[in-house]
């Protein structure tokens, strides 16, 4: 090859997954062979170069990779996490109105007569060396407390589901915006070159459940290139979409194919001299490689039953939460730097207890079993766990309450999310709510503070990652966000 | 708060040196070299935002920049860098004195400095931002090369060219040239006969036939409208929360139309935006107003109306600036834009022209959220006259029959018989017709001996632990309820088992009417209510008992038809038997004998069926009825009531009622789509405090900034005299934002590369008096989009070759200077298009609903709603799996799979520029989607029985299709090493053939040798995949 050639096309194009071109394929196939490999190569001070747009990190990261538990449709606070032993003096009795302050409500229970104080019907205990309180729905959690921070003191300004998600997702209520993970594929890259950086799992639920759409703009890049939005694994079909050669087509035939593809494009390159060509080519030889790379991913039958068991029984089930936590393990190991799994069915309008008790045990076991099993491989302190949905819901009953049965309406002004490992100080509850959990007293966190928040673990100043698009330059945190100097460690 | 907006980094400005666009001459141009330094750097603090202004320095007005400060010093003296504060405090040691200040994370470079100097000793000329200046028509350059010149486009290109000291690339040959253009205009590629006749033609008009020939085809208004779709933001669904579909295909196919017709742009523009204003709008105008309502919709539960209401007029209101203006109206919505001379209150007097708009915040989740259009085809229109006429026909024989009765009143004893109440069963050993038997378990008809029956043969009887109970619905003709009327019906509880509580339910639309006795245990309605009535102990057990209830108290008024009733019962063993209601009413069937008689049965109701006109007649006192009066009753009576007449009559009402329900269905069926209408009063519209929709600040009037011209004398103060301002010919944006888009759509790249920003933070025009000239031209023409369009594909620019050496690609990577024709890779519904329309299994068809071609399982339902329409993904068959890809059913929360791979956006919002990447993913679209495997078998199909005999030959004509060109003796030999490999590997595992021969629904019935198929279907894969088959060179 024409050696100007060949330095165009190592040093103008930028890949899919990172810096790729031609020539660079043998060392990201030794990361098949050995995932550990890479992501233990990862740069771990600043100055160290991340493999995206960012020249440099701007300060040394504590995180090396996320994995963000998102509990869709919004978990309650009040029956999960945030104790209000006084509520029960308050039972049926109006939310007073020196705690609603006139703040505006859903219209879903705006036009009900009565606001009435649900307390929650669950046991709460203390757990750990800080003592953090957590309901009997989450025995497992409550095993790893003091490897989490608590945050009580979370808070958005949406009430409704769509705006909601779409906002803590990509920073803004209304679609268009990147998402997270694409802003953070887009600034560090992936260190693993046979897997996309940002990876969406959905967990299936269970017919019934009370739950919302998501939207394919939640993992979207918005006006960044387009490689950098999230791929979903599926659980079923294809795992990537796609993915699998066409009945009657092996690995080798497709080889061969792919072989004189190859030398055509080659031959093109030749003539026509444009670099798009060999870029081309590069992509073709990892999408063949892919092949190969996410069915190792995705085959956990060489995973030990004692790890297995820390997931609780369904993990060796396709699509169940508890099967993508370790999957989310798995590409952590790869070294992907960002990876959400989706958990839809919290959305308890009506008959919580009910619902919530057939939720809460999917997801506490899992979400406790993927801290434990990280910690156990020296993984925790560089991978960022976080947990939580888009908003909380509310101390009053939306529909009718009685001694065993509340439903809770949206309630965006106090919530609880929880986060651990990779840079987060672990055994802390921050943040407080009024005995009502209505109102933050104490630290609130906003969802621009939280998102600024993670991007610093990872050794991004949430100012300085932006994008120009229409003669702005946009970040996820819009204009705003604080990072939480509190949670760290 | 906003303080921290301009997060600006010089990228823009570094970017244009390293492009090396800046003309190297000593003349430093202020719009040009200084505004991007200043409104990256600058204008944050010091521009037009007055309330972030520091030291009350603007740099973007001269009068400002140049007078003295708060502080006594003088920002910028012309002519004299060395006294200017500016230069001083960019250059200053002091870094607590230095601009602009650490904290912004700015600095200016060397070069930018020396920029400044400059410009100030040549007496720092300010100018108004370029692209709100009116463009005028500039000479054409002078060139060195002047035969190369084909039309003036040329000039200005190779002006530049021979500037910066290059040469233009030789033209195409003719085959790259013939792809390029049908590509282009049509989105698909040219058959190889269309090849051979371009080839074949030496004649000197033979490219601009061809581009005449190919701006004729309908494919091209197919192919320019998918760009359009972008970006009025085409979605066959809502977008938000539910999704659920939504009628819009027709706006789509109007469109298409607008470019095969070559609407004038001007009009184009104002049909769209205002169309339902003109005066005597047509539907169609009405029809195009569905760019306006192609904004994402929602109707969660829970939403604040104005909330969501405030975000589709400001949506509109930036779809409105991007498209037509080119400017980023976003910034405004919270605060005074930073950069483009745009205050937040101009930006609510754009937003008050869509402030009216009628249709509501909560889109109802249903298809055709009003205002819409019918829009029904000329068969549509030929069938509902044929009704129509039919209907009229009917009318007219019943008009005719009345006319021939001659009525005689019977004796009166009949009457007084008539007027009597009587029991009329509806229930007895069988269901009413037509009823829709259900319960807990199925009715149980029992008989004598071994059980009670009260009359006729069978009772029903029913056995239950708890709530239990049997009903029917739809039952036809319904039970009709009149004046005193007494529902009825025979119980018998067996003495051995009794029951808590026994119901009866009736049905009149809604099960909210129930009786019941005994024990008060089953839950439903509100007791003591007519939908729960106690009507005191049970029954005695161990007999038939006739229970009673009056029909009034159970809230079924006169008029009511009951279609549904059931037995319900709480424990116990109960037979029921004969049931109905004891009534004046006459039943289906029944007519009254005497005129008399039913006319004191029809004074008796406060309620009847009868027609008001009727009703007011009979009230009238007999002595006192006009002519009117006494022809009123008699018609109405001898037509439905008359037992004697009603055979007569009955049949033709039958046949009314059937054409009038065919009538309704093919009503129904026509097509409706979202129009744009406003509300009677208009809204007041205030300055939304920080885009908070409930802090209303100062009121504001409808009205254009003040930074362009006025709106043109005598223009409405509505949205059409906001369109009309757009398209005015002194409008200095929308001609020149139109011009860029369509020359980006051939180049890859506008003239200005932020074609949705003409901004001051939009890049500076690579050719700006191009652009200029094209926009006049295009003005002066009337706004003819064929002809501009001829003119970019007839230029010397466009038919150069796109090879690149690699000085070039390092010198101009994206081609800007246009040194070379364009090569890039093709859409995603260009590259689909094309694999079907060489395949030949593409159905060309124009317009329509959208369709549902092969999807992977499970997208839809992975982030559906359960209650939305669009959750389930089921595709279609035939026709539609190879329909052109702009017609596949666009999912907003979910788009094609894909289609996305290949950058084609969600829709959510207005997208005036794809991203255009490569990625593996579209690689393995492209090997693996059972689309493209489909096309490969039927491609390899044509290459078998099209393309020769020999290897050679077929895999040549295979070649040919995609590409167009023949293969290189080097590519053929690559091709036929494959093909052998393939053909031996297949010949060895028929099986496997048989396997890839399956993919896909249609069925190939021409005799061909399966393992041969398979491989040349594999080959036709790889020839699919090349990057020339999916590249436009």
């Not at chain 1, 309901?135 to 009430?159: G, M, R």
């Not at chain 2, 109440?421 to 509806?426: A, S, T």
């Not at chain 2, 329900?661 to 129904?668: L, M, N, S, V």
């Amino acid at each position: 090859m024409d050696p100007r050639q060949e330095h165009a096309l190592l040093e103008t194009r930028r890949y899919f997954f990172g810096r790729c071109a031609a020539g660079v394929g043998t060392a990201a196939l030794a990361s098949v062979l050995d995932p550990r490999l890479l992501a233990g190569e990862a740069p771990s001070a600043a100055g160290a170069k991340p493999q995206g747009v960012l020249p440099g990190f701007h300060h040394a990261p504590k995180a090396k990779r996320v994995i963000w538990l998102f509990m869709a449709d919004a978990p309650s606070q009040l029956d999960l996490f945030d104790y209000k032993p006084n509520l029960a003096d308050h039972f049926d009795k109006d939310l007073p109105e020196t705690v609603r302050m006139g703040q505006r409500i859903t219209t879903m229970t705006s036009g009900q007569k009565r606001l009435p104080v649900a307390p929650s019907l669950f046991k709460f205990q203390q757990h750990g060396q800080n003592g953090a309180w957590l309901s009997e729905l989450l025995p497992n959690l409550a095993t790893v407390v003091d490897d989490i921070a608590i945050v009580k003191s979370v808070h958005t300004e949406a009430i409704n589901h769509d705006p909601a998600i779409t906002y803590i997702q990509t920073g803004s209520q209304i679609p268009g915006r990147p998402s997270m993970g694409a802003w953070i594929s887009y600034g560090l890259g992936s260190p693993n070159k046979d897997l996309p950086a940002f990876v969406v799992l959905h967990s299936r639920i269970a017919s019934g459940s009370q739950t919302q759409a998501l939207f394919s703009r939640l993992w979207g890049s918005g006006f960044l290139p387009t490689r950098h939005q999230g791929v979903a694994l599926r659980s079923q079909g294809d795992p990537v979409l796609y993915l699998s050669n066409p009945p009657g087509v092996d690995a080798d035939t497709r080889r061969r194919m792919l072989d004189g593809l190859a030398a055509l494009n080659q031959q093109r390159l030749q003539t026509q001299g444009d670099p798009e060509i060999a870029a081309r080519i590069a992509q073709y030889e990892m999408a063949f490689r892919m092949q190969t790379s996410v069915p190792e991913l995705i085959d956990i039958s060489q995973e030990p039953k004692e790890v297995l068991d820390l997931y609780g029984p369904e993990v060796t089930q396709p699509g169940t939460f508890a099967y993508n936590c370790l999957l989310a393990r798995r590409l952590a190991e790869r070294g992907v730097p960002f990876t959400q799994v989706f958990l839809r069915g919290w959305d308890h309008h009506g008959n919580l207890p009910g619902n919530i008790r057939q939720l809460a045990p999917v997801a506490d076991i899992a979400s406790a079993g993927l801290i434990k099993d990280l910690k156990q491989r020296g993984m925790l302190d560089d991978t960022l766990v976080i947990w939580g949905g888009e908003f909380g819901r509310t101390v009053y009953s939306q529909g009718t309450l009685t001694k065993d049965n509340y439903g809770r309406d949206h309630h965006p002004r106090n919530f609880t999310m929880w986060m651990a490992g990779g840079g987060i100080q672990g055994g802390i509850v921050y943040g407080e709510t009024d005995d009502f959990s209505y109102n933050i007293v104490r630290d609130p966190v906003h969802i621009h503070d939280l998102n600024a928040t993670i991007l610093h673990c990872l050794g991004v100043d949430h100012e300085k990652l932006t994008y120009r698009f229409q003669g702005r330059d946009f970040r996820l945190t819009d204009i705003y966000g604080n990072v939480v100097k509190g949670l760290l460690t | 708060m906003c303080a921290r907006l301009g997060l600006c980094a010089g990228i823009l400005f570094a970017s244009i040196l390293s492009l090396g666009l800046v003309r190297a001459d000593d003349r430093v141009v202020f719009n040009r070299d200084i505004r991007p330094i200043l409104s990256d750097n600058c204008y944050k603090c010091h521009g037009p935002d007055e309330k972030e202004r520091q030291a009350g320095l603007r740099l973007d007005v001269q009068g400002v920049a140049t007078g003295k400060l708060e502080s006594g010093s003088t920002a910028v003296v012309p002519g004299k860098s060395a006294e200017s504060a500016l230069v001083a405090r960019i250059t200053s040691p002091d870094p607590d004195q230095r601009m602009p200040p650490t904290t912004t994370g700015k600095h200016l470079t060397a070069r930018q400095i020396d920029l400044f100097r400059r410009w100030i000793d040549q007496g720092a000329a300010w100018q108004g931002h370029w692209s709100f200046i009116a463009p005028k028509r500039p000479e054409l350059p002078a060139v060195k090369d002047a035969a190369w010149e084909r039309n003036p486009i040329d000039r200005f290109i190779l002006a530049r060219l021979e500037a910066e000291g290059l040469k233009p690339m030789p033209p195409a040959d003719k085959v790259t040239l013939v792809r390029r253009v049908t590509s282009d205009l049509t989105g698909l590629p040219p058959m190889p006969a269309e090849v051979d006749a371009f080839l074949a033609d030496d004649s000197p008009e033979a490219y601009e036939s061809l581009v005449d020939r190919l701006l004729r085809s309908p494919r091209y208004g197919e192919q320019m409208a998918r760009y359009w779709l972008d970006l009025a933001r085409y979605g066959d669904t809502h977008g938000l929360h539910l999704d659920n579909e939504r009628y819009m295909w027709k706006y789509r196919e109007w469109v298409i139309g607008a470019f095969n017709n070559n609407k004038p742009f001007d009009q184009f523009t104002v049909e769209q935006l205002a169309g339902d204003l003109l005066p005597n709008a047509t539907l169609d105008q009405r029809i195009a107003t569905g760019f306006v309502r192609c904004n994402v919709s929602t109707s969660e539960g829970g939403s604040i109306d104005e909330e969501v209401r405030v975000r589709y007029v400001v949506d509109r209101t930036e779809t409105m600036a991007t498209v037509f203006l080119g400017l980023t109206l976003g910034c405004a919505v919270c605060h005074d834009h930073k950069f483009d001379p745009v205050t937040q209150k101009e930006f609510y007097s754009l937003y008050a022209f869509y402030n009216s708009a009628a249709d509501p915040a909560m889109d109802g989740n249903i298809a055709a959220t009003p205002p819409v259009a019918r829009v029904p085809s000329a068969d549509d229109e030929a069938k509902l006259k044929a009704l129509d006429e039919q209907i009229a026909a009917a009318r007219q024989k019943i008009v005719d029959a009345l006319a021939k009765v001659e009525y005689t009143e019977p004796e009166p004893t009949a009457s007084v018989a008539a007027a009597e109440p009587k029991e009329h069963v509806w229930i007895d050993d069988a269901a009413p017709p037509s009823a829709q038997l259900q319960g807990n378990s199925p009715w149980e008809f029992v008989g004598k001996p071994e059980h009670p029956v009260f009359c006729g043969e069978k009772a029903t009887r029913r056995q239950a632990q708890g709530l239990s109970q049997h009903f029917f619905t739809g039952a036809a003709p319904g039970l009709k309820i009149g004046e005193g009327d007494k529902l009825f019906a025979y119980v018998y509880l067996d003495p051995k088992n009794p029951p808590k509580e026994i119901m009866l339910q009736f049905n009149d639309g809604a099960w909210e009417h129930r009786a019941y006795w005994g024990e008060d245990v089953i839950p439903w309605g509100n007791g003591g209510s007519p939908s729960r009535l106690p009507l005191g102990a049970l029954p005695k057990a161990g007999e038939w008992v006739r229970l009673e209830v009056e029909a009034a108290k159970l809230g079924l008024a006169p008029g009511a038809v009951l279609n549904g009733w059931a037995f319900t019962q709480h424990d116990g063993t109960v037979y029921w038997d004969k049931a109905g209601v004891v009534t004046r009413t006459p039943q289906d069937g029944q007519g009254f004998e005497s005129l008399v008689a039913w006319e004191a049965y029809e004074k008796a109701q406060t309620k009847s069926t009868a027609p008001q006109n009727v009703r007011d007649a009979i009230n009238v006192e007999p002595a006192k009825r006009s002519d009117e009066h006494k022809k009123a009753i008699r018609d109405y009576f001898l037509e439905r009531v008359y037992a004697t007449t009603r055979p007569v009559f009955d049949p033709l009402h039958k046949e009314i009622e059937t054409l009038t329900k065919q009538r309704a269905d093919a009503d129904a069926a026509i097509p409706v789509t979202l129009v744009m209408g406003d509300v009677p009063s208009p809204r007041e519209t205030f300055v939304l405090i920080r885009g908070a929709y409930d802090k209303p600040g100062d009121k504001v009037t409808a009205g254009v900034p003040a930074a362009f011209p006025p709106l043109p004398k005598d223009a409405p103060l509505n949205r059409l005299g906001m369109a009309q301002w757009l398209v005015d010919p002194s409008h200095p944006l929308t001609a020149r934002v139109t011009v860029n888009r369509f020359w980006q759509q051939f180049f890859g790249r506008g003239i200005v590369k932020t074609s949705e920003d003409f901004g001051a933070q939009g890049q500076w025009p690579t050719h700006p008096e191009l652009l200029d000239w094209l926009a006049r031209e295009f003005v002066e023409s009337g706004w003819n989009v064929k002809r501009l369009l001829k003119l970019i594909v007839t230029s010397a620019a466009y038919r150069q070759s796109s090879r690149v050496t690699p000085e070039l690609f390092e010198r101009d990577p994206e081609n800007a200077l246009v040194a070379r024709g364009p090569r890039f890779r093709m859409d995603a519904e260009m590259v689909r298009d094309a694999a079907l329309f060489t395949s030949g299994l593409l159905v060309e068809k124009i317009g329509g609903k959208s369709v549902k071609p092969y999807q992977p399982a499970g997208i839809w339902e992975a982030v559906g709603f359960v209650g939305s329409n669009t959750r389930d993904f089921k595709r279609e068959d035939g026709e539609s799996l190879y329909r052109r890809s702009m017609y596949t059913f666009w999912k907003r929360t979910a788009p094609p799979p894909s289609l996305m791979a290949f950058d084609a956006p969600s829709r959510e919002n207005c997208v005036a520029r794809r991203a255009r990447t490569n990625t593996p993913l579209q690689a393995l679209v492209l090997m693996n989607d059972e689309q493209y495997v489909e096309a490969s078998r039927h491609m390899a199909r044509r290459m078998m029985l099209e393309g020769g005999s020999s290897p050679a030959q077929r895999l040549t004509y295979g070649f040919r299709l995609a590409t167009a060109r023949r293969p290189e003796p080097m590519e053929l030999d690559v091709l036929n090493k494959v093909f052998a490999d393939q053909l031996a590997h297949y010949q060895g595992h028929k099986e496997e053939a048989a396997k890839l021969l399956s993919v896909g629904e249609s069925k190939i019935a021409d005799p061909l040798d399966p393992a041969e198929h398979a491989a040349y279907t594999m080959l036709a894969n790889l020839i699919l995949n090349l990057d020339e088959a999916v590249t436009k060179e």
